[in-house]
């Protein structure tokens, strides 16, 4: 069986570009081989969410454009009865979703084969993405704890605001496979003024 690749292997990793001041304000890493679904149920029924909350560890956001974390897991509000669950990769946890909600009106589907993440750091990350993103970006309206699903350069996107320990302030692209080599060229179009860096895939 051939090896994993990642949907942006034709993308050259550990490049620097300088802009106009001879800086890099942007960097960007992909972060490929996620474990990627989407679940659907009534979120009023506390056996929905506790059996999703045993299998993940995640309490799921009922906020709209919210998300909640656990380690290396997050679940991103997609509807009143829907999110996005993020995670390692783990080959049963599809099973183990499905064996803890059986019997309930619900359904959980893998697209972790369809999806990619791209994560975008540095002082520039809002101009860029504002160039192609009609939503308002700014820091009073996109914060820490916030999700949105949009439109960034023609493609269906959903953005998850990233606070971590060495990145104070980040954004994470989640995109379709066969839209992200078309996103990250234009982010590397787009950054060109101010500069940019590719880091090698968080795998």
Same mark, same amino acid.
């Given at each position: =069986?051939?090896?994993?690749?990642?949907?942006?292997?034709?993308?050259?990793?550990?490049?620097?570009?300088?802009?106009?001041?001879?800086?890099?304000?942007?960097?960007?890493?992909?972060?490929?081989?996620?474990?990627?679904?989407?679940?659907?149920?009534?979120?009023?029924?506390?056996?929905?969410? &506790?059996?999703? &909350?045993?299998?993940?560890?995640?309490?799921?956001?009922?906020?709209?454009?919210?998300?909640?974390?656990?380690?290396?897991?997050?679940?991103?509000?997609?509807?009143?009865?829907?999110?996005?669950?993020?995670?390692?990769?783990?080959?049963?946890?599809?099973?183990?979703?499905?064996?803890?909600?059986?019997?309930?009106?619900?359904?959980?589907?893998?697209?972790?084969?369809?999806?990619?993440?791209?994560?975008?750091?540095?002082?520039?990350?809002?101009?860029?993405?504002?160039?192609?993103?009609?939503?308002?970006?700014?820091?009073?309206?996109?914060? &820490?704890?916030?999700?949105?699903?949009?439109?960034?350069?023609?493609?269906?996107?959903?953005?998850?605001?990233?606070?971590?320990?060495?990145?104070?302030?980040?954004?994470?692209?989640?995109?379709?496979?066969?839209?992200?080599?078309?996103? =990250?060229?234009?982010? =590397?179009?787009?950054?060109?003024?101010?500069?940019? &860096?590719?880091?090698?895939?968080?795998?």
């Amino acid at each position: =069986m051939p090896d994993l690749q990642s949907p942006l292997v034709e993308i050259s990793t550990s490049l620097h570009q300088s802009g106009v001041d001879g800086g890099a304000k942007l960097s960007v890493q992909e972060l490929p081989f996620r474990s990627h679904f989407n679940i659907r149920g009534d979120v009023s029924d506390a056996r929905f969410r &506790e059996a999703v &909350e045993k299998v993940t560890g995640l309490t799921l956001p009922t906020r709209p454009n919210t998300v909640s974390r656990a380690q290396d897991s997050l679940a991103a509000w997609l509807g009143p009865d829907e999110w996005l669950l993020i995670g390692p990769a783990q080959s049963n946890l599809e099973k183990s979703l499905i064996e803890a909600l059986e019997g309930q009106h619900a359904a959980v589907v893998d697209v972790s084969g369809g999806q990619t993440i791209v994560r975008l750091s540095g002082p520039a990350w809002r101009d860029v993405v504002s160039s192609a993103c009609p939503l308002d970006l700014h820091s009073r309206a996109f914060a &820490e704890g916030q999700c949105a699903q949009t439109i960034f350069a023609h493609a269906n996107v959903v953005l998850v605001h990233v606070s971590t320990s060495d990145q104070d302030d980040a954004v994470d692209i989640i995109i379709r496979r066969s839209f992200s080599d078309h996103v =990250m060229r234009w982010v =590397m179009d787009a950054a060109g003024e101010c500069g940019f &860096e590719i880091r090698k895939p968080l795998v």
